[in-house]
């Protein structure tokens, strides 16, 4: 618990932890968004790609 109050008690530990919330949320979108476009393109060609 002392680490997150650590954390949480100055700006750069805010702003740090805004950070890491960010880039995780936006690899959680993009792999979503790849893996939605993989199966779209999958479906309207009716093909896989080479080596898959």
Known sequence: M???NELFSD???VLSFGVIAFILVMA?????Y???HMVDDEAR????P???
Do not use: E, Q
Request: aromatic share 24%; no cysteine.
């Open 2 to 4: 002392a680490l997150l």
């Open 45 to 48: 060609t009716g093909a896989r």
């Open 28 to 32: 959680v979108y993009f792999t979503w």
């Open 34 to 36: 790849f893996i939605r």
């Open 50 to 52: 080479p080596g898959v």
């Open 11 to 13: 700006w750069v530990g």
